[in-house]
Nanobody, 120 residues
Framework: QVQLVESGGGLVQAGGSLRLSCAAS????????MGWYRQAPGRQRELVAR???????NYADSVKGRFTISRDNAKNTVYLQMNSLKPEDTAIYYC??????????????WGQGTRVTVSS
């Protein structure tokens, strides 16, 4: 089992910054990808950013140039630096960790979510 603990959400004015953290603990042998997703009221959960174990990243078009994902493999922690926040970034942000289980199969773990509210 893997446990994910998120932190860093909150209320911020438009144009401000927040940094989310997600620490994974438990029975971890290795972690493939780590990522952040978000879900706004009335909308489906969507990808914000992902990062591989080698450091390759991909971002949603809506956050490119404003958000930066990073990870500390020694700490099994992933971060999301969010700058130039907009009201449309308001959502619950979920951490996702993908671990190998057998052969090429993987399993996704999810955090409990942390709320980000951006006021105009």
């Amino acid at each position: 089992q893997v446990q994910l603990v998120e932190s860093g959400g909150g209320l911020v004015q438009a144009g401000g910054s927040l940094r989310l953290s997600c620490a994974a603990s438990g029975s971890i042998v290795s972690i493939n990808e780590m990522g952040w997703y978000r879900q706004a009221p009335g909308r489906q959960r969507e990808l914000v950013a992902r990062i591989t174990s080698g450091g390759s990243t991909n971002y949603a078009d809506s956050v490119k140039g404003r958000f930066t994902i990073s990870r500390d493999n020694a700490k099994n922690t992933v971060y999301l630096q969010m700058n130039s926040l907009k009201p449309e970034d308001t959502a619950i942000y979920y951490c996702n960790v993908r671990v190998p289980i057998i052969l090429t199969a993987t399993y996704d773990y999810w955090g409990q979510g942390t709320r980000v509210t951006v006021s105009s």
